[in-house]
């Protein structure tokens, strides 16, 4: 399916860059999105990207993420492509975020917040690298 617009950015594995990919996704997205769902859309591209920062380059290396930001008449979509280590989130334990809270634990909730608010897609690139596909429909 063929995206009606489309932006595509590229950044380092450097949290500093954080801010322009929430800026850069708040522009483009604004006029199509309510405002609760553009702060779900930043939120989740912010932990996506975030969590390839922290841990798929455990090595301290440079890596490369890109994300590609699509509109479609009734979903937007945002495909974040890394060269990280493979990363299986199915994997992961599951996590209860109020628990976490009463035992004062920080983090660890990224993929779920991601998965709450919008519909995601993993796969493995081959050799190395992760493909994540975050999609939300339009209401």
């Known amino acids: 399916m063929q995206s009606e617009e489309s932006h595509r950015l590229k950044i380092q594995n450097d949290f500093a860059q954080l801010s322009q990919v929430r800026a850069q996704v708040k522009n483009f ?3 199509n999105l309510s ?3 553009l702060m779900q859309v930043i939120q989740s591209v912010d932990e996506a990207v975030a969590n390839v920062i922290e841990h798929g380059y455990p090595d301290g290396r440079n890596g490369n993420i890109e994300i ?9 979509a945002i495909v974040i492509t ?3 280590g493979h990363f299986d989130p199915a994997a ?3 996590v209860n975020p109020e ?6 634990l920080d983090g660890g909730i990224g993929v ?3 998965s709450t608010f919008m519909h995601a897609t993993r796969e493995p690139l ?6 994540l596909k975050l999609v939300k429909r339009i209401e």
């Not at 590609?68 to 937007?76: M, P, Q, R």
């Not at 081959?126 to 493909?131: K, L, S």
């Open 92 to 94: 992961l334990p599951a």
């Open 68 to 76: 590609e930001l699509l509109k479609f008449n009734d979903h937007i």
């Open 35 to 37: 405002s609760k769902d």
């Open 112 to 114: 779920y917040i991601y």
């Open 126 to 131: 081959a050799g190395q690298g992760n493909r």
């Open 82 to 84: 890394d060269d990280a």
């Open 29 to 31: 997205f604004s006029k």
């Open 99 to 104: 628990e976490r809270y009463e035992q004062g």
